[in-house]
């Protein structure tokens, strides 16, 4: 298959005799405008042929900044379509753009949220299934097209926040200086923002800054949820996040639990006879090995005064005063699991000996049943329930909230936060991430010492909400 460009009398064709089958009449621009782009160099027009025989079309417009090309309509010929037409279709367009340095393919897609009916809303969301099976991405924008609502996809998601200036550039490109303030909106779809809190959202310190602390409080004054996705017990979160005005949910002890303003309203526990097993195997590990040990019981952690006295030696040398500062002391730690055996939200291993702490990794996950498994931090092994995580929580957490996996963005640094940049309609890894955190994300912001979180949620507000104003 080829991608021609289309002579003038071709694109009438298609004009007249392809376009109103393929698209609603109020989504079809004047010929005349068509031709007008065209012949200013601004608007491209492509066939797609096989072996001589048109198979469809695309037409393409180039942003007034030449930093982006919108594909405005997209079609294949109806006897072809669902044999691999359409994929081979943007892989050549995807070529072309890049041979000719038109800038990043952006598109629009119709918010399969307001399709009249399940039909309609099933061929939307198949739609947005195929442009991400075919390398697009969903960026966090909206925009209201003659009161028609998209959502907005990119070829570039590490340039998903420039998306927002790239669509306005096209837009002054298609129409009139008098008409883009009263014909396009541009906003976010995104409602929610959810975050992890050690080394995401808190400094090098432990500390919340102050400019991140303004930047969540006034996406709750816009109206946005913050929920706090933290490895943490939940009496252990930082009051100062806690208390901030509007934050009402949190997920704690790597999603084991679910809070609203305080109050538990979800939670998995390990099995009773999981815990027993994990204690054998702690019993035996420490015989080989310099481990300890932490459990999560209600929203309370308990440690080991062991590890209390001496965080540093099993690897905590960062987290001395906050160990010390959140943790109950207790010289009989299995007792006190024993005693709430049926209350355990997590237990942790903790140990400085990557050798002998890999392996007891590969042993927990092939010798006790109903766990899983995961790590905040190198140096902690950290146990919950079988198919515990903060991505399913948060995934429970959106649905209670009737807020859709779209609208959620998601920020973490460690292996533990992997599921949840994965649920999240866009998952954002800082700077200092894992390697696993920053493969499963589709954007990495700076670091968490450097206000990644707020870097992106202040150019949210501001980019997207000013434009939304001003455009109306």
Request: glycine fraction near 6%; charged fraction near 30%; proline fraction near 2%.
């Amino acid at each position: 298959m080829v991608l021609e460009l289309l002579e003038e009398s071709m694109i009438v064709k298609i004009y007249e005799e392809r376009m109103p089958k393929d698209f609603a009449k109020g989504e079809i621009k004047p010929l005349a405008r068509i031709l007008e782009l065209r012949g200013q160099g601004k608007y491209f027009c492509y066939g797609l042929y096989d072996e001589g025989e048109f198979a469809g079309y695309c037409f393409l417009v180039v942003s007034k900044e030449q930093d982006a090309v919108l594909l405005d309509y997209f079609a294949i010929s109806k006897e072809l379509r669902g044999k691999g037409c359409g994929s081979i279709c943007l892989s050549l367009l995807k070529a072309e753009i890049e041979r000719r340095s038109f800038g990043t393919l952006i598109l629009e897609v119709e918010n399969p949220r307001f399709g009249k009916d399940e039909g309609e809303r099933e061929l939307r969301s198949r739609r947005i299934a195929f442009y991400i099976r075919n390398g697009m991405t969903l960026t966090y924008l909206r925009i209201f097209l003659y009161d028609v609502e998209y959502l907005v996809m990119t070829a570039k998601k590490q340039e998903m926040l420039r998306t927002a200036e790239q669509i306005y550039h096209t837009y002054q490109v298609l129409l009139k200086p008098d008409k883009i303030h009263t014909k396009l909106r541009i906003s976010t779809n995104i409602r929610c923002f959810a975050t992890d809190m050690d080394r995401t959202l808190l400094n090098e310190r432990g500390k919340l800054s102050l400019r991140t602390k303004n930047a969540l409080s006034e996406a709750l004054r816009k109206g946005f949820h913050v929920i706090i996705a933290s490895g943490r017990a939940y009496d252990t979160l930082p009051k100062e996040i806690t208390s901030i005005p509007g934050i009402e949910y949190a997920i704690s002890s790597n999603g084991a639990s679910v809070w609203y303003k305080g109050e538990c309203i979800r939670r998995i526990v390990l099995k009773e006879e999981a815990v027993s097993d994990l204690l054998a195997v702690y019993g035996r590990a420490k015989e080989e090995f310099f481990v300890a040990m932490e459990v999560f019981v209600n929203g309370k952690a308990f440690c080991e005064r062991e590890y209390f006295d001496d965080p540093s030696a099993f690897g905590s040398e960062k987290a001395v005063e906050y160990v010390r500062g959140t943790r109950a002391v207790t010289d009989n730690l299995e007792g006190v699991v024993r005693e709430h055996i049926d209350e355990v939200e997590s237990i942790a291993f903790i140990s400085k000996d990557r050798e002998n702490r890999e392996k007891l990794k590969r042993k927990l996950l092939c010798e006790i049943p109903g766990i899983s498994v995961t790590s905040s931090i190198e140096h902690l092994i950290e146990i919950s329930g079988q198919d515990v995580s903060k991505g399913e929580s948060l995934k429970w957490l959106l649905n209670e909230l009737h807020i859709e996996r779209e609208e959620c963005m998601a920020f973490g640094d460690g292996d533990n936060d992997g599921e949840m940049l994965s649920y999240a309609g866009i998952g954002i890894a800082v700077e200092n991430a894992s390697q696993l955190a920053k493969n499963t994300a589709d954007f990495v912001t700076k670091a968490h010492f450097q206000d990644g979180v707020a870097v992106v949620v202040e150019e949210i507000l501001q980019k997207c909400v000013e434009i939304d104003e001003i455009l109306l």
